[in-house]
């Protein structure tokens, strides 16, 4: 009964914080119903547990008026001295059945509701996470599937022990009446059959406002969540109360929803009543009408009635339980859209990967995303290469791709010789690692952010001199150890942006790719972190990339790649330039367009960001030097 | 498990928000219930009614049985069925309306609550609940008003009729036999000893297990709202296994309660056999003595059984309000947390908006203290004063405290020592309405909203028309991007929506200050993100947004801060030079190095 005894969901090696979580199995990814279902079926040893359990436990409840007819016609009116000893260690020997049977009834319950609901959380996790990618739903969102929508799948497994202990019941009983009288066990079936059918009729309504009343509460979480993150933000405009009002409109909204659901439910309990009393009056009345005209004993009266009495709660769970069905479906759906979402890339497929050596060569060639097309430059082993991009949206793309986050509609990404594409993303994401702009820190001290990814201690002691890091654990209170809080807002922005650097170069990965990772430290820092950034990257033969317009951290680079806009052209689809990419003719076939540093004269071009309106990128490449010297859109886009 | 054991596995470096002690949960309830005392008086009495005809059956079946006993005709059951009818008949309503009644009750009264405690949370100051961690709040307002909710509409219902079967309980007995009803009696002892030791049992449970599922949201959100940063370094499995780890956490202590639970019915099911054992072991005797009927003696065993359901509804509505008090302590105890100075927000149509004056007050710190939490200070004797119109800039390092007396200047923080004033008026003793639209801080820290491009925007101001948004964003040179958006200005953005750069984030941020239209701005780098993107954008759109106020600016770009009327450079919390840009380049000082590492051409 403890929790070490439970069947466990195959946990994910925890050894290396790297390790993958392990995908679902294959059942319930298709349907709402086969997600239930599936989730049910893990946990069915409990599940048949508890229905067997539940059921008994039933069975004994119902004995009770039974025997305590038998005794009172038995050991009471009739009956020898020793009866009534008789009669109630029978009544005791029930007591221990029922209670018991409750007892492990409905831990065996608890334990099938919480493990579904815990499995079905775990698949939401896992989908989530997933190095594939393709989820866009907001954190909020996501948390009130994996949290709530779990929680009410998994309430449904205690419904399911329930109902089928009902229908137990109903038949043992239904059988026993049949035993006293063919009229009353007909009363019973009837009954039960014009209940259900009813009771479904209101219940559709219910469905609908039910999924109503999840949706609405669903937005309020999510709005709550939002605002809190946004805390910071909110305060600084003094849009507290603005911000409160619109989580009160929310709530509002949420609320009439959940009264709404609740007056279906009131009319579904109301009918109930209803029918059961209809059903108890016509038992009593048939059985007093039977009893008087001595067609039935009085002992077989009694034990008729308390039965009758005692099927209302059964009939009111399995009249019940196309309620919670549609309830659960209902949540199991809204778990489905994240676990069903489509993967962003295909995960690569050819086995093995990459050679061993320390750094690995990055080549893009005349990519196509978001509209630009001619995206081209290369990093080589034991250099820092820099990247300065003139064209909106497009630099945040460009790390993304390395490390496939997402696929361009064109062109070649290759890591140490390999195509992207065809590398398992783990291993590829092992080789390029990206930190990107925005990294939050994780709850837990300084040292432990910045040995997060470390190899080993040396490593962790590297990344911290080379982003500057050392500076920080002096100067915090605490030092190493102080904590920075969930998401790294105890330490100000510079600090919090060195610490995830330092978390990155101490990671030691091949490929680095950093994305504007000085925006927010002062340029004496800056200057001295891309010093020593370059003396531990380039002194290990790693290669570093860096999207930056930072002068500090070009000027340390062996070679920087302007990337600037040449024309706006339209393709008849993507990837494939027609008519003013004419003009820059190797640009058709899909070759970068590729100059030495000298004659650049970018036209600068906005983005259009139209599908078919592509923007032709030309790429200009020296040193920080040579192209501030030569090249005069460069120079007018880095001059402070 | 052990609930303690797995308690210690939780963050043990939060400081969580506080959570109330039962006594302020009863007084909290004890007002919040009065406005609604008619409405609860009449559920209950619809509830009293509806429970009443419950006891209809067995009184009619007893009706029956004596007739049966009696040995009269048939027709001595039409008066008996005629009562189960009328019964039935009134039942149905009386059901509906309980429930309604009840809902109406309770669930209007959570969504108060609710409201409140996000009101009070936002009224919170930032570090208090950033010391919890969003995930705290969160699964206060969703997973505790889940609970409550179930728990106070099943504990109500409970102690209703609770109420009414104790009631019946007595009148029955008095109808009975009085030697049946004392046999039963034997019972009572044994409940309420079972009570006793079950309220005392679950309560820690239950309190744990609440707290649990809040770590359990913290993990969940720690992986959801981290999600980029946990992809690109490959932390899946370790944010796996955290969620699992929670998650099951959080199971142990349902197990733990479900376990309680049990063996709490299982005492009063040996209740009910004693008390059963000894009604049927009197009636034996008596009516052998021939001292009470068969009647009688069935139909008090059989009172007795039907008295079983609704006496484990009585004392299972303790477990719901066990369980309800446990989520309310926790959402009561956000309430409590707001400062008296800082009231929970009335929804606010439309915030006063008073016509403003041309108004150049002036706002300063005097030799200002500040250090966070029990910490240190991180901000020493620093004074300034932005008159009329004036640009102050602040630079310095990183971490050497810009942003933080920022937020002191903002009103945001209060300084332990020395002041913050707004024309000589303590910041901490203005109101939050009078400061809307008269300071406004644009943190270093970027945040759009879950929503369109026009409500991020109209956070300022809610009730600006869609011509202002437009002119605000206009103003600042935004139009041309936004409406290449793909719903224009109707975009949806922020968490779930459409991706914006970092520096369009912050360009927003400047078009949203520009409808507040705040008499004093303070931007905290506000441009720094502007990167390859944007920079040049930024750069015009905040020279908008400065001209004709009061600014106290930061930043790491001295180009920003370079035409400043005065700038402070800090160091370790200290201000250590002050004057204009040509004054302290010719200096030499430290402004004059950072100048030089910022102006080298690379
Ligand atoms: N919420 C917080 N809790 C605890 N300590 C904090 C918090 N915010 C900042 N600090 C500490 O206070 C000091 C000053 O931080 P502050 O954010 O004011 O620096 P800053 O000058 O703005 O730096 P930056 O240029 O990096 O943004 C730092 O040592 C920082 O670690
Ligand atoms: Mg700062």
New interface residues.
Partial sequence: ????ALP??P????A??????PPPPEAGRHSPRALLWGALRAQRKDLVAASALYSSHQLGESM??VL??A??SE???GGGRWA?AW??SV??AD?VL???S???G??AS??A???T??VV??WV??R????A?G??????????R???DAGRVGAFAGVVAQTVAAVAVLAVATALLLGFSLLLGAVILLGTALLLVVQDRVARRLRRHSGAEQHE?GK??????????????????????????D??TA??A??GA??RA??S???L??????F???Y??VI??V???L???GRIG?GE??AA??LA?FVV?PMQVVSGASAAYARAVASAGRVLEVTGTREEVRDGLRPGGFEEGRGARVEVAGVEVDGFSGVSFVAECGELTGV???A??L??RIPELL?R?SEPAAGRVEVGGKAVGEVPL?RL??RV????????L??GTLAENIA??APDAKAAEQGTWAAFAD??ID????GADA?V???G???????RQ?VALA??VA?TPPVLVLH?PT?????????RIAGRLRQVRAQEGLTSLL???S??L??RCDRVFFLHGAAAYEAASPGAPTQGAAANGRAANGDPVHREAGDADGSGA??G?EHSRLTLLITDSGT??GL?RDNAAYRE???? | ?NPTESAAAS?A?RRLLPVADGRRTRAHLRTALRPRRLLLAATTAVMVAESALGLV?PI??GW??Q???DG???S??IG??AL??A???L??????AS??LL??VV??EV?RL??DV??S???LP?DT???G???D???R???DV?RV?EAAQGGLAGFVSAALAILATLVGLASLDWRFALAGLLAVPLQAYTLRWYLRASRPVYAAGRTAEGH???A??????????????????????R??DA??AA??Y??EA??T???F??RL??A??VG??AI??V??VL??SGSAS?GA??TA??FF??L??PINAVLGAFDSVQQAAAGLARLIGVLDATPASAPV?A???S?EAAPRTARQPVLALDRADFG?GD??DVVHDVSLRIAAGQHVAV?????SG??TVATLL?G?RAPRRGTATLDGVPLADVS??A???TV???????????GSVAANIR??R?EATDAQVAAALDAVGAT??VE?LPDGVDTLI????HHL??GRAQHL?LA??FL?DPDVV?LD?AT??G?????RLLDTAATTVLRGRGALLVA????QTAGADTILVME?GRVTERGSHQSLRAAGGTYA??WE??????
């Fill in positions: 009964m403890t929790l070490d466990l969901p946990r994910p090696a925890t290396s914080p790297a390790a993958p979580p009770v008026p305590v007819g005794t009172v050991a009471i009116a009534i009669w109630l009544l005791a007591f029922l209670s018991l409750y007892r492990y409905a831990r608890m334990r509701k919480q493990h609901g815990h959380r775990m996790t896992e989530v996470l997933r190095p990618g989820i866009r739903l907001a954190p909020g969102d996501l948390l009130t994996a949290a709530s509460a309020a979480a999510v709005l709550a969540e939002d605002l809190v993150r946004g805390m910071r933000v909110l305060k600084g405009i003094r849009a507290e109360r603005t911000a409160a009002a989580y009160r709530s509002q949420a609320l959940s009264l609740m007056s439910q009131s009319l309990s109301a009918v109930g009543t209803a059961t009393g209809v108890l009056t009593a009345g059985g007093g009408w009893t008087l005209s009085l009266f009694v009635l308390g009495r709660g300065v991009v003139d909106p949206g630099a945040g490390v986050e783990e994401r092992a690692l990206v930190s990107p702009h925005d990294a939050v994780f709850p997060l990814l500076q920080v100067t915090v209170p605490g904590t809080g969930d998401r807002e105890s330490l100000s922005g510079g600090q060195r978390r990155a990671a504007d925006t927010a430290v002062d340029a004496a820092t800056e200057d999207v930056t317009t002068p500090a070009l000027s906005d983005g960001t920080h030097a501030m886009l880095l001059t402070r | 498990m963050p470096t059956g009619a079946i029956v049985t007739a049966i006993v009269r005709g048939t001595a059951v008996p069925v189960l009818a019964a039935a008949v039942g149905a309503p009386a059901t509906w429930n309604v809902a109406r669930l209007p969504a609710r409201e996000v009101g949370a936002l009224a930032v609940v950033e010391a961690g969003s995930g709040l969160v699964s307002v969703s997973g889940e909710t359990r949201t913290s969940l959100l720690g992986a959801f709202a981290a999600l980029p940063t946990v992809r690109a370094l490959r932390l899946g499995g370790r944010q796996y296994a969620v699992q998650s099951l199971a142990g349902e197990f479900t376990r639970a049990t063996r019915f299982g099911n040996v009910e056999f059963l054992g049927l072991l009636a034996s009516v052998r068969v003696a069935t065993a059989l059984v039907g079983f359901d927000p929804p606010a149509g915030p966070y910490g240190p630079v310095g390092t990183t971490g810009k942003s903002a945001l939050p309405a400061l809307h639209g406004a801080l644009v943190t270093q820290e970027t945040h759009l909203f879950a956070l300022a809610p041309g991007w290449a922020g968490a779930g929506g750069a970092p941020a949203r200050l507040l303070v780098e720094a993100e990167g390859s993107d944007s920079a790491h770009r001295l180009s370790e190095s950072l590492a910022w102006s080298r051409p690379g």
